[in-house]
């Protein structure tokens, strides 16, 4: 997946040269892989294709603190900026909220055909900003996309930025 071209617009022609930007900038790569790729999960694959993606983020702002975002995922993520964004903790009830005023909660309850899986966006939200504000060393999580269907959301790719230092609370 390393040698791959990224899609035109990118900052990087290459994959490499965004794993090796990350690791100049400090931040430590587990690994980079696309699971569409993986032969062995072709069945997987094609049951989540096709639904909407959605984007998850965290990051913890050094003016507002730990701050989470929720919109469109995917490719529509840097194409449209549509994001709806959440300062401080966020229990369920509240990520279901966040969820009801976004565009893409909307998306996702007047899907035609029927709702998606509005609930595991909300615990994917609060999963999300629980595990950033547990880890201060964490800076960011971007969990993109999550392709989420009508009876359950698929995590496809996800990264955590690291601190090179911890940050103080």
């Known amino acids: ?3 791959h071209t990224n899609a035109p617009g990118m900052r990087n022609r290459k994959r490499h040269q ?3 930007a990350l690791l100049d900038a400090g931040i430590n790569v587990i690994a980079a892989m696309n699971v569409q790729h993986l032969e062995s999960l072709n069945d997987v694959v094609e049951q989540i294709t096709g639904s909407l993606d959605v984007v998850v983020g965290y990051k ?3 003016q507002f603190g730990p701050t989470t975002i929720v919109g469109l995922g995917g490719v529509w993520a840097e194409m449209l900026d549509s994001v709806s964004v959440h300062v401080g903790a966020l229990d369920l009830d509240g990520a279901r909220r966040l969820l009801s005023a976004s565009q893409v ?3 996702m309850t007047e899907a035609r055909g029927g ?3 509005v609930d595991a966006v909300a615990r994917a939200l609060v999963a999300v900003t629980d ?3 547990a880890h201060p060393e964490i800076v960011a999580i971007d969990v993109n996309p999550i392709i989420v269907g009508r009876d359950r959301a698929v995590a496809v790719d996800a990264v955590i930025e690291r601190a090179t230092a911890p940050n103080p609370e």
């Open 131 to 133: 595990l950033g504000i």
């Open 105 to 107: 909660g909307r998306m």
């Open 18 to 20: 965004d794993v090796q």
């Open 115 to 117: 709702a998606l899986d």
């Open 60 to 62: 913890r702002d050094p």
């Open 1 to 3: 997946e390393i040698a």
